[in-house]
């Protein structure tokens, strides 16, 4: 099979493409991606299998599809990624599913209209740095080995992050949320190991935060 001998790609001609879904499937010795630029979209299964892929460079990489669903499914060489994923985007289920190596996500940008995150957490990521969060979606709940989300941003329709981070009993990053917060019930629940909390609520009252935080 032909896709068996791709080892490199350093540039990809988009003019005849508008769907990436599969679009690298089982390329199993690719090991080198050259920043590549293109615009489809949708990207479901889009490396699915490329187990020597290396970290990419996502920055020219754009989507007006939902599906983002298995992207990186079984790409287990790969340590970190950035990706900005687009307020159109709906589906991230398992999109780094057997994404063994995977601990840092830093950088990444959850776009608004992501409903579906079934699986979607890689297994051992560790790292979620400088992030920007637009979903309502639980994204992090119950991940027992995330330690670190500092520089969290979240999106100007977010008001409701109860039970965001409930259970992350790895979590040890110290959070600032200057934001227009309702309800923040729970979102601590189970965090053993945070340190510190710096909050500056606007409807969650100073005298009950540490109640509805840890409650």
């Not at 687009?86 to 776009?111: A, E, R, W």
């Not at 080995?145 to 008001?159: A, N, P, R, W």
Request: proline share 2%; hydrophobic share 35%.
């Amino acid at each position: 099979d032909k896709v068996h001998c791709v080892t490199k790609i350093y540039k990809l001609n988009t003019s005849i493409l508008t769907n990436g879904n599969y679009l690298f499937a089982g390329f199993d010795n690719l090991y080198q991606c050259c920043d590549l630029t293109f615009n489809l979209t949708n990207g479901s299964h889009m490396f699915d299998g490329c187990v020597k892929m290396p970290n990419p460079n996502t920055e020219n990489w754009h989507f007006s599809g939902t599906d983002l669903s298995y992207m990186f499914n079984n790409c287990s060489s790969l340590t970190s990624v950035t990706l900005n994923i687009p307020d159109n985007i709906t589906d991230i289920s398992y999109i780094y599913k057997g994404c063994s190596m995977l601990t840092d996500i830093s950088g990444s940008v959850f776009g608004e209209g992501i409903t579906n995150i079934i699986s979607w957490i890689p297994s051992n990521l560790t790292t979620a740095n400088n992030i920007t969060v637009k979903t309502n979606q639980k994204l992090f709940k119950g991940h027992t080995k995330i330690k670190h989300i500092d520089g969290l941003t979240l999106g100007d329709s977010i008001t409701d992050i109860s039970s965001w981070f409930e259970d992350c009993i790895s979590l040890i990053s110290d959070f600032l949320f200057n934001y227009n917060i309702v309800n923040c019930t729970n979102t601590f629940k189970g965090c053993s190991s945070i340190i510190n909390i710096h909050s500056n609520w606007k409807i969650c009252r100073a005298d009950t935060t540490a109640i509805n935080c840890y409650k």
